[in-house]
């Protein structure tokens, strides 16, 4: 069973179209994450979840939004999407908020801006 | 800025050979994490040394924190083909709340 899945595996769009991505785990983790990886495989986080707190990266613009119907489930919104929007995007889960407790992630979003 | 850098960003052994990266940091952290990423994959955790901790193992990796330096290795020993990947080290400082990923080593192991 995959821990920390990710959909769509490849993403293809037009500048200025509005997607989504979607990640849900099956860890019984209270954290989930998304991180963006660019082309010289540099992670960057973008958003840190639980059901109490969200904590944005303040350099992410705010075209993208993180949703989360429930705590297994945290979904990204992007919006009029951009060029440099192009990079593979990652879930990722933990069990507690990130104090020694490692990273699950899924296998990436690589999504592809035209 | 990037809390972690790895070096070298690329290495090439033979199998059998052992393999070292290093990882060096800026600010006082919690604890160091080591990932390897497989093409197309996602981040598989390694190991996680805490900032009071020296020296750890597990299996054939060996993972040392020196904390007055800054800085941590990664040792892979009689490496096999498919250690093949990219290695990032990750530290979690407990004032930014988020775990900061380096840009990576490439190791290629030849068979």
């Known amino acids: 069973d995959t821990a920390v899945s990710q959909t769509p595996k490849y993403l293809v769009t037009q500048m200025g179209n509005d997607k989504s991505i979607k990640c849900e785990q099956n860890?019984?983790?209270?954290?989930m994450y998304w991180y963006k990886q660019d082309s010289k495989k540099f992670l960057k986080i973008m958003f840190s979840?639980?059901?109490?707190?969200?904590?944005i990266n303040e350099t992410v613009p705010n075209r993208f939004s993180p949703k989360s119907p429930d705590k297994a489930h945290l979904n990204l919104h992007i919006n009029s999407l951009e060029l440099g929007d192009s990079a593979v995007y990652f879930c990722?889960?933990?069990?507690?908020?990130?104090?020694?407790?490692?990273?699950?992630f899924g296998n990436g979003t690589r999504l592809t801006v035209t | 800025s990037q809390q972690g850098e790895e070096d070298p960003q690329a290495l090439s052994i033979q199998e059998g050979e052992n393999a070292t990266m290093n990882c060096s940091y800026k600010?006082?952290?919690?604890?160091l994490q080591w990932y390897r990423q497989n093409s197309g994959r996602g981040l598989v955790h390694l190991i996680l040394?805490?900032?009071?901790?020296r020296e750890k193992h597990s299996g054939r990796l060996r993972v040392t924190l020196d904390t007055s330096k800054k800085s941590s290795s990664l040792l892979i020993t009689a490496s096999r083909a498919a250690d093949t990947a990219s290695y990032f080290c990750?530290?979690?400082?407990?004032?930014?709340?988020?775990?900061?990923f380096g840009s990576g080593t490439q190791l290629t192991v030849l068979p």
């Open positions: 990722a889960s933990s069990h507690e908020y990130l104090y020694n407790s490692p990273l699950h």
């Open positions: 860890l019984g983790h209270d954290t």
């Open positions: 979840y639980n059901n109490k707190e969200l904590i």
């Open positions: 600010t006082s952290i919690n604890n």
């Open positions: 040394i805490r900032s009071n901790e």
């Open positions: 990750a530290t979690f400082w407990g004032s930014a709340r988020q775990l900061t």
